[in-house]
């Protein structure tokens, strides 16, 4: 009797916990919809063709946001520009020449912290040493700062898909005398450029959305620009400024540029998760 | 012919040589930005060090007009914060990876991993609006006048549990941040689950377990390590969360252990403040701040980052 007693006591547990998990996960999704559901409800009502043709307004009158997104692409690009090549070289090096090398841990170990560093501190950074010694917020040091954010992002996947190349092709063409750097970039490369192109579209939706980098380095601008050595026009400090605002008609741009910038990011990292999936299942 | 060779092979370790001089070059590019990011944030960091000396950190000043700057106040909130976070994170995140990897179907499995993956990908800057225009509204009128009248009275911890009915303020966003994290905590959980070898969960179930046994006395001792890699990897990214924070901590320069009161974390003063400080000591103070974020995220991330390499090091000498 008592054991019987023990064994509904462990089932109970069991039942409890198992269901707690359920509602864990239910708790998980719930905010992804709820969030999902505002920027819809909120976004859409705004969302008209203006917003790509006229640039940001003043209070109260109508306008879109067009110098927004042209910056925001603009600084975006310049991330992707530096933050890649930079991040694909360090990585072949790290998957190539950097298996059992003091070194190359290090490095692997500052990269990863590199990646989950806050992004506000790089925006203090650059501010320190682009923005502050030229005297005045940039575009340029804006892009340099998301290039900074990208670049670990790029080097981390490169060095994974890198190494997940079976090391028979290496040998096997150096064994028909094609020099190393051959073997790496037509043999190695080329067989997990999938990867790697994986590697730069997340990394490009990762800077898409930082804010926190743009606040002091590329700063805002209400007009339309594209010069890079002054202070750009960018989405995400944009709907930062808008939607702190007293002003209805801001707070529904920011509403607007919140769902264009979410929608892109949200395409963006799907596509590189599928992207990703084809091409192992190759494999 | 054989010279023709011989210029080729010449040729050949040159490109050889430079190829691997670039991909060096480009490597030791990161080690270069970590010591140049603590050497800029050192020195511009130090007049304000250099003013207050240890005042900094015991102070709580905060007064651009007086000159008077102290991060205090700032460490709490990020720390606080982060807790709270924490509290709320690591729980759901066990759940959910509990139900991934030993719960849902297969055809489930892999859905609800992507869209739990997905609030990682949503900006953070998307999190604040929605927490100061949605969820503050309707947590200060549904849920806040509850919470306080009920548990506001109760000895010793009724006091975490007062503050103006406004939605925004330290739990607010420790909330979100819980949110903002879970994806992390979660998706190293999974993984560290995942390779849990099966004899060991078969055995137990072999002598009668239930899956929460298994689970509880099996899965999380053999997974310690990495579990607790994981959270000190989502604990690292919650304190130097900015954007979220930003907008639904209220950004007052006071310490209450009040969770309802608005407060202010270091990120959320930076961000605030930094472009419009007036003067070198102000925006020297603001760099402080940084550079005691960054050391504290470093430490914080680097202990995670040992305790998953330990994992992986296990991992490694078994296959």
């Not at chain 1, 741009?253 to 590189?272: K, V």
């Not at chain 2, 001089?21 to 960091?45: E, S």
Request: hydrophobic share 55%.
């Amino acid at each position: 009797m008592a054991q019987n007693k023990r064994y509904l006591f462990r089932r109970g547990v069991n039942l409890f916990n198992l269901g707690m998990s359920m509602v864990a996960t239910v708790f998980g999704l719930f905010w992804l919809a709820w969030l999902l559901w505002t920027l819809v409800s909120h976004g859409v009502r705004a969302l008209n063709l203006n917003l790509f043709l006229q640039d940001t307004p003043p209070p109260g009158a109508p306008g879109g946001m067009a110098n927004a997104i042209i910056g925001s692409l603009m600084l975006t690009a310049v991330g992707v520009l530096i933050g890649t090549p930079v991040g694909i070289l360090a990585g072949t090096w790290l998957a190539e020449y950097g298996r059992a090398n003091r070194l190359a841990s290090l490095i692997r170990f500052i990269n990863d912290i590199l990646l989950s560093a806050p992004s506000i501190v790089i925006g203090v950074f650059v501010y320190g040493v682009l923005v502050a010694p030229l005297g005045h917020f940039s575009g340029w040091s804006g892009g340099v700062s998301l290039a900074i954010i990208m670049l670990p992002v790029v080097l981390r996947t490169t060095e994974d898909m890198m190494r997940l190349v079976p090391d028979q092709m290496r040998e096997a063409a150096a064994a028909l005398g094609a020099p190393r750097w051959k073997v790496t970039v037509f043999i190695v490369q080329r067989a997990s450029i999938a990867g790697m192109l994986t590697g730069v579209i997340l990394g490009t939706a990762r800077i898409s959305g930082e804010t926190a980098p743009l606040l002091f380095t590329a700063l805002n601008n209400q007009f339309h620009s594209t010069d890079m050595s002054q202070p750009m026009a960018n989405l995400p400090v944009m709907i930062f400024q808008f939607a702190m605002s007293p002003y209805e008609g801001w707070q529904q741009l920011a509403w607007a540029g919140a769902l264009i910038i979410t929608a892109a990011i949200l395409i963006l990292s799907i596509s590189a998760r599928l992207l990703l999936r084809a091409n192992t299942f190759e494999k | 012919m054989s010279g023709s060779t011989h210029t080729t092979r010449w040729r050949d370790s040159l490109a050889d040589l430079l190829f691997r001089g670039l991909t060096q070059l480009a490597a030791l590019t990161v080690l270069a930005l970590i010591l140049a990011i603590m050497a800029v944030l050192i020195d511009k960091a130090w007049p304000a060090f250099h003013t207050f000396g240890l005042k900094f950190f015991t102070s709580t000043d905060w007064d651009p007009v007086t000159n008077k700057f102290s991060a205090l106040t700032s460490i709490y909130g990020t720390l606080i914060t982060s807790l709270i976070a924490l509290i709320i994170a690591v729980p759901v995140s066990f759940g959910i990876a509990l139900f991934v990897t030993e719960l849902a179907p297969q055809w489930l499995r892999r859905p609800v991993s992507t869209a739990v993956e997905l609030l990682a990908a949503i900006p953070s800057i998307i999190y604040g609006m929605w927490g100061l225009f949605v969820f503050a509204p309707l947590f200060a009128d549904k849920a806040q006048p509850w919470i306080s009248s009920h548990l506001g009275h109760w000895p010793i911890i009724g006091g975490l549990f007062q503050g103006p009915p406004i939605g925004i303020g330290v739990f607010t966003a420790g909330l979100i941040l819980a949110i903002m994290v879970i994806p992390f905590i979660t998706s190293v959980m999974r993984d560290v689950f995942d390779v849990v070898p099966i004899v060991l969960k078969e055995s137990a179930y072999g002598i009668g377990c239930t899956t929460w046994e298994v689970m509880w006395n099996v899965v999380l001792p053999y997974t310690r390590i990495g579990v607790v890699g994981g959270i000190m990897l989502g604990l690292g990214r919650a304190l130097g969360e900015t954007m979220a924070v930003t907008f639904v901590i209220g950004n007052s320069h006071d310490i209450s252990l009040a969770l309802f009161m608005p407060g202010n974390t270091i990120s959320s003063t930076l961000a605030n403040e930094f472009s419009e400080a007036v003067g070198p000591l102000y925006t020297s103070s603001l760099i402080a701040l940084g550079l005691i974020l960054f050391f504290v995220t470093f430490v914080v991330l680097a202990i995670a980052k040992l305790l998953l390499l330990r994992v992986e090091a296990r991992e490694g000498a078994k296959t």
